[in-house]
């Protein structure tokens, strides 16, 4: 989510480069998503000009009009967004194989299946876990 990016910090959690949104000042839609996303490590050489951007643009608005011009002049459908890409993301990784409910921990969706077992005992996936199935584009 773009307001969510907006507020992310980058840190290493089990030694992993990720965007963090567990500060509980960060604004976020609902608990589900307080959570880390491991950074793909094709984007590790550029974290530095990630930061400087997230930093650079305060407001969704200003971020998304940015994002939505780099995406026209690399060729991209008129239709591409910020926001598009998170469903191109979720998209991608479930036709890749990667679980459902691992896509969903990182993208911020409840967990699917059992509630009682997913939503109430299960306490979230290892960073390992996550940076595995991230890797998998």
Known sequence: RPAELL????????????????????????????????IHSKLLPIVDEI???????????????NTTKALRELGLPSTSTLYSLRHTFITNMIKLGADVNIVSSI???????????????????????????????
């Not at 930061?51 to 009009?65: A, C, L, P």
């Not at 969706?109 to 996936?125: A, C, D, E, P, R």
């Open 51 to 65: 930061e400087t951007v997230i930093n650079k643009y305060k407001t969704v608005k200003v971020i998304s009009r």
């Open 7 to 38: 507020q992310a910090k980058i840190n290493k959690v089990d030694g992993i480069l990720c965007f963090d949104l567990t500060d509980v000042s960060i604004k976020v839609k609902n608990s589900n998503s307080r959570r880390t996303v491991p």
């Open 107 to 137: 993208v911020g969706h409840s967990l699917q299946g059992n509630k009682m077992t997913l939503g109430v005992y299960f306490k979230g996936y290892d960073m390992r876990k996550l940076k595995e199935t991230i890797e998998l584009l």
